[in-house]
């Protein structure tokens, strides 16, 4: 009963990959259901508006005990999840509040700046100024979250058990590499070697 934790720089195909990886697995995804769900257990309603807003446009201001309240409520959450295991959980720095669980594979999936322009730009069919713009504010707003919340840098590579590079795989070769890390963690795992 495995957790797979996905982090992912927005363009890079990260969230394609992560459904994909659920589905050939038979896993449950989950995503914004960790916001809706903290923000309930917390009582911090507007902490979910605050966590959804990855652009950062809509300012909403916590107060500090309702960020504090939210953050414990996502890993009581988190935690929840990976001991029910079978599960994909798409961002929400899982990478960390889960990077001791034995259970879980952590993967992080980057592209070159360029190729994540393209790609927001055709699927929102916008210029790819504004697609740069978008993709550079995401950035900013995942990395200082994990920083300032977790005081980790989001481009660690020692986060990560599994780093995929979208320029140079496709989706469903990202799919075979994260499902082959898994069974081989759980062949690891079933041998009893650390």
């Given at each position: 009963m495995?957790?797979?934790?996905?982090?992912r720089q927005?363009?890079?195909?990260?969230t394609q990959i992560a459904r994909e990886v659920a589905q050939r697995l038979g896993y449950r995804m989950v995503?914004?259901?960790v916001i809706n769900e903290a923000a309930r257990r917390a009582g911090a309603p507007e902490a979910a508006l605050a966590m959804i807003d990855d652009l950062g446009l809509l300012d909403v201001d916590?107060?500090?005990?309702?960020?504090?309240?939210?953050e414990e409520a996502v890993r009581e959450v988190m935690d929840d999840l990976a001991s029910e295991g079978d599960v994909v959980i798409v961002g929400r720095a899982g990478q960390v509040i889960l990077a001791d669980r034995p259970n879980a594979l952590h993967v992080r999936v980057i592209a070159p700046l360029a190729l994540r322009v393209e790609q927001i730009a055709s699927a929102q069919n916008i210029p790819a100024a504004a697609a740069r713009a978008q993709i550079e504010q995401s950035d900013r707003t995942r990395r200082d979250h994990l920083r300032g919340y977790h005081g980790v840098d989001w481009n660690d590579p020692r986060l990560y058990d599994l780093v995929l590079n979208t320029a140079g795989l496709t989706v469903e070769g990202c799919v075979d590499l994260v499902c082959h890390a898994l069974a081989r963690r759980d062949q690891t795992s079933d041998a009893g070697t650390p």
């Open positions: 495995a957790a797979v934790t996905v982090s927005l363009g890079s195909l990260g995503w914004r259901e916590l107060h500090p005990e309702a960020s504090r309240a939210y």
